[in-house]
């Protein structure tokens, strides 16, 4: 830790920048916070040299402080949330996930993309956006350079998302339950379904908000089933000790009532920490690395993103009718 702190210093100061960028220019962009902290990693590392006393510190936050930040991240989850579920929007979330992971580890087999970039936008795109892909990179042993293209293009589509959908809200004749039903089981980031929800009032917004839940609760047993399918051959399956602890967070949270101050604290914890790990992230990146993956990368989130909106929007009618 004392050789480190150099760079977890030089992290943080990007966490702050980010945090201003998010509050002056948030609306503007319509980019999630962690879209804002990579670009700034990747332009800095891109233009300047990162100075080598800083790369232990900016390691530790990439490895350690992630891992913390998904940990803490299991006190936003309640189990409960499947069991209050109606039957089939359980398994209208189920349907979107399962499609969407098969869509990224097909696709990018035929487009000739990373498999584990594919299936990390998979799992962007139908869960949490870049919060789930952070959560998963480690499970199924991405490189660096894989997390932040799939981080990047889910941002940026939710982003585009929100602005799509507010469009089609005002357009086509949708129930207030039904836009939020829409909005949370197609829409990748938990920011990106809340904020287009909340445009048609308070019941799109508590449905919405119901409904995105249950997606980020699939966080769970998708990081259980993707561990398994890529463990190291030849070695004994080791569930990752980090993993171990972000269910307990989960269970502790869904069976004990939590002072919502201390769940706001942990909340801010668990952002400010992946923030500084996918700051990390973009700091060590070099543009000449991705720049082959990037097109088709994005062509396989856009089509991913097409089908869970085209689902999403037939099952949200159907469920709410």
């Keep these: 830790m004392k050789n480190n702190y150099k760079g977890i210093i030089f992290v943080f100061l990007f966490l702050i920048i980010s945090v201003i960028i998010?509050?002056?220019?948030?609306?503007?962009?319509?980019?999630?916070?962690?879209?804002?902290?990579?670009?700034?990693?990747m332009i800095y590392s891109n233009v300047f040299t990162v100075k080598e006393e800083?790369?232990?510190?900016?390691?530790?936050?990439?490895?350690?402080?992630?891992?913390?930040?998904?940990i803490l991240l299991g006190f936003k989850l309640d189990f409960y949330l499947v069991k209050n579920a109606g039957p089939r929007t359980f398994f209208s979330v189920i349907?979107?996930?399962?499609?969407?992971?098969?869509?990224g580890f097909y696709l990018s087999k035929i487009m000739k993309v990373d498999q584990k970039t594919g299936v990390l936008i998979g799992v962007g795109s139908s869960i949490c956006g870049a919060s789930?892909?952070?959560?998963?990179?480690?499970?199924?042993?991405?490189?660096?350079?894989?997390?932040?293209?799939s981080?990047?293009?889910?941002?940026?589509l939710g982003a585009i998302g929100v602005l799509l959908y507010s469009?089609?809200?005002?357009?086509?004749?949708?129930t207030d339950a039904q836009f939020g039903a829409f909005c949370g089981i197609s829409l990748h980031g938990v920011a990106h379904a809340l904020a287009a929800a909340g445009l048609r009032g308070e019941t799109s917004l508590e449905v919405g908000t119901f409904v995105k839940m249950l997606r980020v609760l699939m966080l769970v047993p998708v990081s259980l089933v993707l561990s398994n399918i890529y463990k190291e051959k030849e070695a004994k399956v080791k569930f990752p000790t980090y993993l171990k602890y972000f269910l307990l967070a989960?269970?502790?949270?869904?069976?004990?009532?939590?002072?919502?101050?201390i769940t706001f604290i942990l909340s801010k914890l668990s952002s400010y920490s992946i923030l500084m790990a996918m700051i990390s992230m973009g700091l060590m990146v070099d543009f000449k690395d991705i720049k082959d993956k990037g097109l088709k990368s994005i062509s396989l989130g856009v089509i991913i993103f097409i089908f869970t909106s085209i689902t999403g929007f037939i099952i949200s009618c159907k469920i709410m009718n």
């Design 22 to 41: 998010e509050k002056l220019l948030g609306n503007i962009l319509s980019l999630e916070i962690l879209t804002i902290g990579i670009i700034l990693g």
């Design 54 to 70: 800083y790369k232990s510190g900016i390691n530790f936050c990439l490895k350690k402080l992630l891992k913390f930040g998904i």
């Design 95 to 103: 349907f979107i996930i399962v499609m969407a992971l098969m869509l």
């Design 132 to 149: 789930a892909v952070v959560a998963m990179g480690p499970v199924i042993q991405a490189e660096e350079k894989d997390t932040v293209i």
């Design 151 to 156: 981080v990047s293009i889910v941002s940026v």
């Design 167 to 174: 469009f089609i809200g005002n357009i086509i004749n949708l």
């Design 250 to 261: 989960v269970l502790i949270n869904s069976l004990f009532n939590i002072n919502s101050s």
